[in-house]
């Protein structure tokens, strides 16, 4: 006897294996988080103010990243920048890229390690995010070619950019217009810019699914009331659904927006000016 557990493979790739396309141990962080800021949303839906991100109980911003990451690891490079027009060509020789809303740095890190000769600054306006950005970037050998700042989406430092990226953030900002501007004038006129966000139809019952359920969990514990903390306070919360985000995105002056590639937990949307 070897008195060791085992787990099936399926079994193992939920909860054991962190590079799994359907590792979810983020999630349980997330929920384990979400109870504990119970009380404080809840007094958020009286006063009507929101609850900044800052002010999340535990470690709500590792919960965030560590749910979000198995999907960047698995199909970032090897399918969602592929799907777009002519972008992987131009970090292969060498791009400056905005990753706006970076969090914990990990989308940035991982194409800072599949383009080297490309350049990637990653913005975020919580500073501990940042700092756990700087340390990822360090851990992984990728400090030559990036570099972060606290920053908001509308106002990070930069211009002449030919790619921008948004992952799972354009819809907790609280100005989520304001931040469309402020990408289109800081990008090349033939730059991109990439937004990833939940997956989600623009019904409310086309999300009544396994997943539209724990979006709209995350969205109206966390989301929505992050939004409605900020300037502006828009609240569009996870599963805005694909037309509400075209409209915001178009507002700013981007001519054509279309669905590039999806999974079954987000959408990755092209903006091109």
């Not at 211009?159 to 921008?164: D, I, P, R, S, V």
């Not at 139809?201 to 109206?220: Q, W």
Request: net charge neutral; hydrophobic share 45%.
């Amino acid at each position: 006897m070897t008195k060791k557990f085992a787990l099936p493979l399926e079994q193992a790739m939920v909860f054991a294996i962190e590079d799994s396309p359907v590792y979810m141990m983020g999630g349980f962080d997330l929920m384990v988080a979400i109870v504990e800021n119970q009380a404080k949303v809840q007094a958020a839906f009286k006063s009507g103010g929101g609850m900044a991100w800052g002010d999340q109980a535990g470690c709500m911003f590792c919960a965030v990243a560590r749910f979000f990451r198995p999907g960047y690891h698995n199909n970032l490079i090897q399918s969602w920048l592929p799907a777009l027009d002519g972008v992987v060509a131009k970090l292969q020789r060498g791009a400056t890229v905005a990753d706006v809303g970076c969090g914990h740095g990990w989308s940035a890190v991982l194409m800072a390690k599949a383009f080297p000769k490309s350049t990637f600054v990653g913005c975020d306006f919580h500073p501990g995010s940042i700092a756990n950005a700087e340390a990822h970037a360090q851990s992984h050998g990728v400090t030559a070619n990036t570099r972060f700042e606290v920053a908001k989406a509308k106002d990070y430092s930069g211009k002449n950019y030919e790619l921008a990226t948004c992952f799972d953030c354009l819809h907790d900002m609280g100005d989520p217009a304001g931040a469309a501007a402020h990408i289109r004038g800081s990008l090349k006129p033939d730059g991109t810019w990439m937004v990833v966000e939940p997956m989600a139809r623009d019904k409310l019952e086309d999300n009544i699914n396994p997943v539209g359920r724990l979006f709209y969990a995350g969205s109206t514990m966390i989301c929505v009331p992050t939004s409605l903390s900020q300037e502006v306070g828009a609240g569009l919360g996870a599963q805005a659904g694909e037309a509400k985000l075209k409209e915001v995105i178009g507002g700013a002056g981007f001519s054509t927006v279309r669905r590039a590639a999806e999974t079954p937990f987000n959408m990755i949307l092209e903006a091109r000016i």
